[in-house]
């Protein structure tokens, strides 16, 4: 059956259409929203509001601009996007960032709370410069874009990049290649960037 008669069916609420409708674009949706949003739970939620919204939208529908296909992508991203613009980053504590880094390394292999899985990246956060260190974990933790770093830790967007770029280069060595001892070296670089 055609995509457009899958989206007919959809729009009257067939059940039988509307099922196949969802299961035929189903990865499309979802993938356009965990393209965009990087988190499965969110792109989940976002894919059924995408549905919904294309359900509303069914009868303005246009081949001429596109297949089903695309038109619903266009949705879901469109959604997605909304989700990410409504995130509000929360300033974050400059000394909380550096307890995650584990700037005081005394200990922490032992601590109750310690995933173990964790190890190598958190050893590798540890050998990174405390700056870059910072920003990757702004960027991985709270979802700060550069712009949003280099506002949280005052320096000019460029830098923030910069340190962005360089930390996440040193990660991907540190962890893909480790220190000659079987494990990533836990002293801390003095280098900036």
């Known amino acids: 059956m055609s995509d457009e008669m899958l989206l007919a069916g959809f729009r009257v609420g067939d059940p039988e259409l509307s099922v196949a409708f969802v299961r035929r674009f ?16 969110s792109a989940e939620d976002v894919a059924q509001r995408s549905f919904e919204q294309a359900w509303r939208r069914a009868a303005t529908y246009d081949n001429r601009r596109g297949s089903v296909r695309i038109w619903l992508a266009g ?8 989700t990410v613009q409504r995130r509000v980053p929360t300033p974050s504590e400059p000394t909380a960032i550096t307890a995650m880094i584990g700037h005081e390394p005394a200990g922490w ?7 173990p899985s964790t190890a190598p990246l ?45 930390a996440v280069g040193k990660l991907r060595d540190l962890l893909l290649q480790p220190a000659a001892d079987g494990g990533v070296s836990t002293d801390r670089r003095d280098d900036r960037s």
């Open 26 to 41: 189903q990865p499309v949706v979802y993938g356009a929203a965990l393209s965009v949003l990087g988190d499965p739970v």
């Open 75 to 82: 949705i879901a991203r469109h959604e997605a996007l909304g």
């Open 109 to 115: 292999e032992t601590d109750p709370e310690w995933i």
């Open 122 to 166: 958190r050893a590798a956060l540890h050998a990174l410069p405390l700056d870059q260190a910072r920003a990757v974990l702004l960027a991985a933790v709270h979802g700060y874009t550069a712009a949003e770093i280099a506002e949280q830790e005052r320096v000019p967007l460029g830098t923030a990049k910069t340190r962005l770029r360089a």
